[in-house]
């Protein structure tokens, strides 16, 4: 699997929000997008996707560029767009089947097989629990973790989630990141992620793009991208970057202890 962007430009009327994207995600990999609001985390997934038109550019799936018919592109690629109000009356396990309707006739009448398999995700991700519950009358916690067990139970190659942990309590931010690194190692799956948290990158994605305003970007390694000076440069937060070892597994995380700009008035 490999999804690229090729010189990815987008716009509305004159004001450029992003322009001269290029950056590839690989097989197995974890590549997460960090940035202040305002600067086009979730319009840059959308033009990936096909869902607003690119500008100037391109979106290359396995080789092949993404043009007005993009259902190839869906038979490998599952979306978790951000969390909001359910409107869903369905039982779980019927929402979670709907994630078969990209390789499916969409009016097919699910198979017991795909109720198996519906029971099964959600068995693995160690939510079947809620399989009969009413989708809209879960907590947001549950919601998210369903609407993965709905994107993974097509085996995905790609995986792409928008804010996927946004709203949620600690606990639940944790099971949704860990679930995303679980879908990269046991699923094979590539995982592209808009995020909010610098500390979900450093613990998961092996590359980060980082947006800022006026076009700024940088792309690369996220131990690498996801420094003090650069949150300083793109968030403008003063931070520490505090390394610690737990179970033989580094990790790293962000503190962040002053505004930028406020260092800068003293």
Known sequence: MKLEVRNGSFGYGKHML???????????????ILGPNGVGKT????????????KE???WFNGQALGSGTNEFWKHTSYVP????????????DVVIMGLNARQNFFAMPSEEDYERSYEILKVLQVEK???????????????????????????ELLILDEPESNLDMKNQLQIVNTIERAAKEFQT????????????LKISDTTLMLGYKNKKIIGNTLEIVT?????????VCTKVVSVLVDSRKYHTIFPYQIAKETAAQ
């Open 228 to 236: 003090e000076d650069h949150i300083r440069e793109y968030f403008d």
């Open 18 to 32: 992003l322009q001269n994207l290029n950056f590839s995600v690989e097989s197995n990999r974890i590549m997460t």
């Open 43 to 54: 319009t840059l997934l959308k033009c990936i996707m096909g869902f607003l038109k690119w």
């Open 82 to 93: 951000q969390a909001k109000q359910s409107i869903y009356s369905y039982r779980v396990i």
């Open 190 to 201: 590539s995982c592209l992620i808009n995020t909010h948290f610098p500390n979900h990158a």
């Open 130 to 156: 809620l399989a009969c519950k009413s989708f809209n009358q879960l907590s947001g916690g549950e919601r998210q973790m369903v609407m993965m067990a709905r994107a993974l139970i097509s085996e995905p």
């Open 57 to 59: 550019g391109q979106t």
